[in-house]
């Protein structure tokens, strides 16, 4: 029995490690996807400023750009909620917010202003990959 609960624990620390390993990959895609999502942004821009066409094709690429661009945002912001998890400041307590809750939070980096859902007082929470 001994032996069932150590190999059970080791168990449970290796799927913890690959699910951090896991949130690292996604947090780096998650850079990836916003990177890409300005660099179409200003190419389509860009073009649509200094290449000669109609008003029509010009608006429909900043339209496009847009689009694209806010597309990226909202799929990154997605992948930002998801991964990992946020830690309140007042009580340490650890957890994975709504995304409307991520959307709407005020954010400097991967640190957002939230209410905490146990002690429902307002901090800035610090995104963390680990559960402990």
Not at 56 to 77: D, N, P, S
Not at 89 to 101: D, L, Q, S, W
Not at 111 to 119: I, L, S
Request: net charge positive.
């Amino acid at each position: 029995m001994k032996n069932y609960n150590k190999e059970l624990e080791n168990n449970l620390l290796e799927m913890m490690k690959q699910k951090e390993w896991a949130d690292k990959r996604l947090l780096s895609v998650e850079v990836f996807i916003c990177i890409i999502a300005i660099v179409i942004l200003f190419t389509l821009i860009f073009v649509a400023s200094f290449v000669q066409m109609e008003d029509w094709l010009r608006v429909t690429l900043i339209a496009l750009g847009f689009i694209l661009f806010l597309a990226g945002c909202f799929y990154a912001l997605r992948i930002e909620q998801v991964a990992g998890y946020y830690e309140c400041k007042e009580c340490g307590y650890r957890y994975i917010p709504t995304y409307k809750a991520v959307n709407l939070a005020p954010h400097m980096g991967r640190t957002r202003y939230m209410c905490c859902p146990k002690c429902n007082k307002k901090s800035w929470q610090k995104k963390k990959l680990g559960k402990e």
